[in-house]
């Protein structure tokens, strides 16, 4: 047997002969004894895009549903002028709503599949909802349909070397 210092190359150095092997370069050698390395997969810019942006749209709903629990005067109708629901109703919805979507944000930022799914389906729900509420909150209602939309497009981008 031979040892690391004393293999095959060392006999050869010693009888001052050369393979074809120790004359390449070793990252050129074929290396049976290791695999290729896995490319490391990274995320799609959309997703993590998309991720922030649910997240974001989340802290949104929540500061909304704490504003219609604490200070529905706070917004430009009455009650009795919302399309459904009152300011109460509302505010726990936006806060249910907000939290939910800010669970399934860090779940996109992490690439998980069920929070894509998840997203596309909350901003789908934020964007309705809105459109119910755009009587309270006319201009703010829009931008977070838009941004619903927008949500919703990255997340349906898919990742990076997917094949459909």
């Not at 095959?8 to 070793?26: D, W």
């Not at 669970?103 to 901003?123: D, E, F, K």
């Amino acid at each position: 047997m031979s040892s690391p210092q004393t293999g095959p190359e060392s006999h050869a150095k010693a009888e001052g002969t050369t393979t074809p092997e120790q004359t390449t370069a070793p990252e050129q050698q074929k290396q049976w004894a290791m695999a290729p390395a896995q490319p490391a997969t990274s995320m799609s810019g959309w997703m993590a895009f998309a991720g922030s942006l649910i997240a974001m749209v989340g802290v949104f709903n929540i500061i909304g549903g704490i504003t219609a629990l604490f200070r529905p005067t706070y917004y430009l109708v009455g009650t009795a002028q919302l399309l459904v629901f009152d300011f109460n109703a509302w505010g726990w919805f936006w806060l249910a709503l907000g939290v939910v979507q800010v669970v399934a944000g860090v779940g996109c930022l992490y690439g998980q599949m069920w929070a894509r799914m998840t997203g596309i389906g909350l901003a789908a729900l934020s964007a309705i909802a809105h459109l119910a509420f755009l009587a309270a909150f006319p201009l703010w209602s829009l931008l977070v349909i838009a941004l619903s939309v927008l949500v919703i497009y990255g997340l349906m981008v898919p990742p990076r070397g997917a094949t459909a």
